[in-house]
């Protein structure tokens, strides 16, 4: 994907969140906004191309934006935008959304999603972002491979809660 290119996706990627939380109202009072504590060293992974758009430093496992903890909302990267939720291709390259495994240990939201009353418009946005993205085979490729990395966490957590409830105990 040219720079252009990009650019103009994440131009119209940004604007569909412009105005549109997960909630409808401030989820950070929830958790002091946990989400948006960085400390220079930390951030959001970014989007194939989205480095067109935002400042990112390079690391060694791909490209983020880093975050110091406090930013122009204007100038968040599209993982910021989105979370805790990533919209997820099935094989068939449908985009279904689902709570981004990555968030539990940070985001009330993610640990409760089954019991929260999400913002519907928020969802429906997630789900065009990411069928937006599919267009793109360097972003469908991308969401592909998170989607792997879901796998291979809940496949973890299914691990070791099977051997919580058998009370079986690392040697």
Known sequence: MNKETAAALYRR??????????????????????CCKGDGKTGMRLFPGEETSLPAAETPDGRFALCCGACEREARPLACRIFPFFPIPDKNGR????ADPRA???C???????????DRR????????????????????????????????????RLLT?????GEEET
């Open 13 to 34: 990627l940004y604007r569909l969140f412009d105005g549109v939380t997960p909630l409808k109202t401030d989820c950070g009072v929830l958790c002091g906004a946990a």
């Open 95 to 98: 985009i279904a959304v689902q």
């Open 104 to 106: 539990v240990n940070l």
């Open 108 to 118: 009330p939201l993610a640990r409760q999603a089954q019991a929260v009353a999400f």
């Open 122 to 157: 928020f969802l429906r946005r997630v789900k065009k972002a990411g069928v937006l993205l599919a267009k793109e085979p360097e972003c469908l490729a991308f969401l592909r491979e998170t989607a792997a990395e879901f796998e291979e966490i809940y496949a973890m957590r």
């Open 162 to 166: 099977a051997g919580e409830e058998t």
